[in-house]
């Protein structure tokens, strides 16, 4: 509600990922959100710079994943089963709207996707479904299917991570 001249310098200033004053637009709204998941967060003038986490190329960020969960190992295997049963079925509705020409079909589908993936802190497959998802709301499908290639690639990477996964937990719990 603080929607005073310089207030919105002084609050990314101090470490705020974005802001939206009210009256909120849903287009403002959306792209405020898209800039926070996308543009990784600059050192601010009220902290210290962090370092880098170890973990920023990997294919999902387990330690982030763990941390958003309150380091329930149990949950985040639970997820991933959600995941490993329902990205494929996600990835194809993508799939299935670029097929159908449907640009509202491609944005929504894969703004899913880009949110079931951004649990996980998948950065490569996050920013994969938000290039579809920007191409499907531009309406200009030209670019869908190389889009959806990487996208698919990136997603495809995260199952196969995730099936190591489980399988060393299934190993574990073995042993």
Request: charged residues 25%; glycine residues 8%.
């Amino acid at each position: 509600a603080h929607a005073l001249k310089g207030d919105r310098e002084k609050y990314l200033a101090c470490g705020m990922d974005g802001y939206v004053s009210k009256p909120i637009s849903p287009k403002t709204l959306l792209d405020t959100t898209d800039e926070v998941f996308v543009r990784p967060a600059a050192p601010t003038a009220c902290e210290e710079a962090v370092p880098k986490s170890s973990d920023a190329d990997a294919v999902y960020n387990r330690t982030e994943t763990l941390d958003r969960l309150g380091g329930d190992e149990e949950m985040f295997g639970e997820i991933i089963r959600i995941f490993l049963d329902d990205g494929p079925d996600m990835l194809a509705e993508v799939a299935q709207a670029i097929g159908h020409g449907d640009p509202s079909g491609v944005s929504r589908s894969a703004h899913s996707l880009k949110g079931s993936v951004a649990v996980f802190g998948a950065q490569r497959a996050f920013d994969a479904a938000l290039a579809v998802e920007i191409i499907g709301r531009s309406g200009d499908l030209s670019q869908a299917a190389e889009a959806y290639e990487a996208l698919q690639t990136h997603v495809d990477s995260l199952f196969d991570a995730f099936a190591a996964e489980l399988a060393t937990k299934n190993s574990a719990n073995l042993s």
